[in-house]
């Protein structure tokens, strides 16, 4: 992301992410009794740890252990590594409010019916005290695309890997049965537009964007 783009792009990319998050809603009951079946996701063997290692790296000692790489890489020290630890922070906890917000039933939930999940929202009364009524958004995708983000701006020609990382992750949340193919659009897209927010304010972009310090890291 060598200049940051402009409300039009933003605002683009904010109704391109409603439309699909709108066709997710529209296809969760078909979606995820297909996705269960068809993936066999027992019997991916190296597919299955490479999903598992992905949503390590959207947890939370994930997350830390990617900002420290990217310390260690930064040129300008910490600078980097404080934009990423600022950005996946602030878009997990907007994450965190909206799931005990909306207190969407998981699939996983005890009482769920495997082939007839209930696609239900109970609001804060139940999100704010049950865990399995936190569905939405997924806050691993929701990470993992945040984190994604932000490393694409840093480092933008690997910017594939990350997206595939971050995929990946939201991939791994709905075949191991806990969230809805609409909660990893959510996420995903929430992650991707809060991250890219954060990038963007004057402040923040001056900031990570700074000459390199003298005798820091190795090359970007």
């Not at 740890?49 to 949503?55: D, F, H, N």
């Not at 806050?139 to 480092?155: I, R």
Request: charge should be positive; aromatic fraction near 12%; glycine fraction near 10%.
């Amino acid at each position: 992301m060598d200049s940051p783009p402009g409300r039009a792009t933003f605002m683009k990319r904010l109704a391109g992410g409603g439309i699909l998050l709108l066709l997710a809603f529209l296809l969760d009951r078909p979606a995820f009794p297909f996705l269960r079946t068809v993936t066999l996701y027992d019997h991916w063997g190296e597919m299955r740890e490479g999903l598992t290692t992905a949503k390590f790296l959207a947890s939370g000692l994930g997350t830390f252990l990617v900002g420290l790489v990217v310390a260690y890489l930064d040129p300008r020290r910490w600078r980097r590594a404080g934009t990423f630890f600022l950005a996946v922070a602030l878009a997990a906890s907007a994450g965190s409010i909206l799931k005990v917000t909306f207190g969407r039933e998981r699939p996983s939930r005890e009482g769920q019916v495997r082939g007839q999940e209930r696609t239900v929202f109970h609001g804060p009364s139940m999100g704010l005290h049950h865990a399995s009524c936190q569905s939405f958004p997924s806050g691993h995708t929701l990470s993992a695309f945040a984190s994604a983000t932000t490393l694409s701006a840093f480092y933008s020609p690997a910017a594939p890997v990350f997206y595939t990382v971050a995929t990946a992750t939201a991939v791994n949340r709905v075949v191991k049965h806990q969230h809805f193919l609409s909660d990893v659009v959510a996420g995903a897209l929430l992650g991707h537009l809060l991250a890219l927010w954060i990038l963007w304010r004057p402040r923040v972009q001056r900031w990570w964007r700074a000459p390199r310090a003298e005798g820091g890291g190795v090359g970007t």
